[in-house]
């Protein structure tokens, strides 16, 4: 015998340990101990199939960060021949690995402007906090002690860590939680919607540089030490700015010596269409670019922050004389397994043009969702290119009110039913399907959808939401 419990014991002992065991990321409290996750067990492509055996389009990209499908075997390979060569050394200090090393020339020759220097972290939110700490050290090297505010926006999403967390603006995560307050300042949310907005786009960006310049001016400029920003929202809500935002929020910062820090955590690796959004989408060589997620494709945890050679050089030639330590950093920054994930990672993107697949498909997968407006209980449809949202209400009020977020549940329930794993959050159901999806799966995505949406609507015209 193999020793292997049958896949029903496996999956059942499964869901028992983990509800006895597991206290999950953003995690129903008030059921911990009886919830019944559902357990993925295998995958394939952009296909997941739970421990029964039923299998569903997975149109979250696992958490926006399977990029390149499940089951690439040149992935697999990748890591493999890592592990074995060399699982693991220290990144401290004047150690390093090959694949780190060449990870971050790979990053480098990618990324916008001068962002060739590479710090590696365990994931997006370590990438975050590191890229606030260099912020820091780089504006005290420089002589302005006091520089340690951070500006934010509502609606932000940069991590779980402490301050990551702090730095984050979504209401729905402030719970019993302490946050950093002294030094974040959150700005106003810049998603604009032309598709239901009353006012215009000009106007709606006039309205957020000048609280962003009122901000500056009652935190003093003098204080502050970098804006972190997705140059589009994610998990806020897939909240798009106002054409020419990125660009004038940067004019600003660099008026202000303000350090710029784009968080591409989510709209970099493809998702936009491009390895970075930042320059080729909005225009923008930010100070700092934040990565994780999409670059390994999700098959191992790692992060990054690509700093600018002036931000690098001048740490470096004002680091006391005595104590020149760069003391920030992981154990696993930079573990050699996770970086072979992403060379591989970056050189099957490469081959197979999947920026360029992206952008094709891109616009049909926005266009396809768009006609789902017409259901009277999709108040808003978003996104751009591969990372979208639908808006749920119930058809009197907006926003997350307990009817509109049971009614977005529900169509994610259906969805589920149908084989369609989408991401539910507050009243949106959120989407962001691995690059490699074809129109084909595209069709079927938006069929369940629509078909879970018109069902959902006749639950609720029946008085049953
Ligand atoms: N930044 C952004 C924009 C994110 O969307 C996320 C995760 O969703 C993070 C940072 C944090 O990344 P991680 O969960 O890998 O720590």
Redesign the pocket.
């Known amino acids: 015998t193999t020793g292997l419990l049958p896949n029903q014991d496996s999956q059942l002992s499964a869901v028992s340990d983990d509800a006895r065991h597991v206290l999950h990321p953003w995690a129903d409290l008030s059921s911990l101990g009886t919830h019944e996750s559902l357990i993925i067990s295998e995958a394939k492509g952009v296909h997941v199939v739970d421990g029964n055996g039923k299998t569903y389009i997975d149109s979250i990209g696992g ?2 960060c399977v990029t390149l499908g499940f089951g690439r075997e040149e992935l697999v390979e990748a890591i493999a021949d890592q592990a074995r060569r060399m699982a693991y050394y220290t990144p401290f200090g004047d150690v390093s690995s090959e694949p780190a090393a060449k990870l971050a020339a790979m990053l480098s020759e990618r990324s916008p402007g001068d962002l060739n220097r590479v710090q590696f972290a365990t ?4 990438a ?1 906090e590191s890229a606030v700490r260099i912020a820091h050290y780089y504006q005290k090297s420089q002589g302005r002690p006091d520089k340690i505010h951070i500006l934010s926006r509502r609606n932000a ?4 860590t402490y301050l ?1 967390a702090s730095l984050s603006g979504k209401l729905a995560d402030r719970t019993l939680f302490h946050y950093e307050t002294d030094i974040v300042h959150h700005m106003k949310s810049p998603g604009f919607d032309p598709d239901i907005s009353d006012v215009s786009a000009e106007a709606f960006l006039a309205d957020l540089i000048d609280d962003m310049e009122r901000t500056i001016a009652e935190v003093g400029a003098d204080r502050i030490a970098c804006f972190i920003a ?1 140059p589009i929202m ?2 806020g809500g897939v909240l798009v700015p106002p054409p020419g935002y990125q660009k004038a929020t940067l004019d600003l910062c660099r008026k202000h010596d303000i350090l710029y820090i784009s ?1 591409e ?2 709209t970099g690796f493809g998702r936009l269409g491009h390895f970075f959004a930042s320059e080729t989408r909005f225009d923008i060589v930010p100070d700092m670019i ?1 990565t ?2 999409g670059l390994t494709s999700g098959y191992q ?1 790692l ?1 990054a922050v690509l700093i600018s050679d002036r931000i690098a050089a001048a740490m470096s030639e004002a680091a006391p004389k005595d104590k020149p330590v760069f003391s920030n950093g992981f154990t696993y920054s930079g573990h050699p397994v996770a970086c072979a994930a992403a060379i591989a990672n970056i050189e099957i993107m490469e081959r197979e043009d999947i920026c360029g697949h992206v952008r094709k498909v891109g616009p049909y997968f926005i266009d396809k969702l768009k006609a789902l407006r017409s259901s009277p209980i999709v108040y808003a449809v978003r996104g751009d290119h591969l990372m979208a949202c639908v808006e749920c209400t119930v058809g009197m009020e907006t926003g997350p009110t307990a009817r509109n977020m049971a009614l977005a549940q529900r169509v994610d329930r259906y969805c589920e039913e149908a084989g369609l794993l989408v991401r539910p959050y507050e009243n949106l159901c959120i989407l962001s399907p691995p690059l490699i999806v074809t129109e084909r799966h595209i069709d079927s995505i938006v069929a369940i959808l629509g078909a879970s949406i018109e069902r959902a609507g006749k639950d609720l015209r029946a008085g049953e939401i």
């Not at 994931?123 to 370590?126: E, K, N, R």
């Not at 999403?157 to 779980?160: D, E, K, M, S």
């Open positions: 958490m926006w994931g997006g939110s370590t975050a999403y940069h991590g779980g990551a997705e994610a998990s968080d955590v989510v934040v994780a997620k945890p992060g």
